[in-house]
């Protein structure tokens, strides 16, 4: 009878299984297209609302930060190219990074009210309160 002996070659089909259904597969932040959902952070002050996204790696111009529909929309797109030529060969390499995160503001965000700054890798977006208070709890008694 001959034994069946487990190749280090060749993953087993358990471990085939076992890294399909991992869920670091399914949750991970990053796709081979070059996408990322980056972490982010949101506060809330007196005044306004804070978000600190983790977004190492971009530049400041990369930025696109719009609102539109009640939603902020916050997305980059980054493209890098090296090219080294020595004697007989030449290497080559680039890489590209994009995320999009949308947010539904507030009622009580004044959109002219927004700033951004970029710095070490955290982009931080300060939304200004407009002052109105969102609409309160209301109960409505049926006759």
């Known amino acids: 009878m001959t034994a069946l002996i487990k190749s280090h070659r060749v993953?087993?089909?358990k471990s085939m299984m076992e890294n399909f259904w991992s869920p670091d597969r399914f949750f991970d932040k990053t796709s081979s297209g070059g996408e990322f959902l980056p972490a982010v952070n949101i506060r809330e002050?007196?005044?306004?609302?804070k978000?600190?996204?983790?977004?190492p790696g971009f530049k400041k111009n990369d930025f696109k930060i719009i609102t539109e529909d009640g939603l902020l929309i916050?997305?980059?797109?980054t493209n890098k190219e090296e090219k080294e030529e020595i004697d007989s060969y030449t290497r080559k390499e680039f890489s590209f990074a994009s995320f999009r995160r949308t947010f539904k503001l507030p009622d009580n965000v004044?959109?002219?009210?927004?700033?951004?700054?970029?710095?070490?890798?955290?982009?931080?977006?300060?939304?200004?309160?407009?002052?109105?208070?969102?609409?309160a709890k209301k109960e409505i008694k049926v006759d």
């Open 110 to 135: 004044e959109e002219d009210g927004m700033n951004a700054n970029y710095h070490n890798g955290l982009l931080e977006i300060e939304l200004k309160k407009s002052g109105r208070n969102q609409a």
């Open 11 to 13: 993953p087993s089909w």
């Open 51 to 55: 978000l600190d996204l983790a977004v």
């Open 45 to 49: 002050t007196k005044n306004h609302y």
């Open 74 to 77: 916050i997305s980059a797109e």
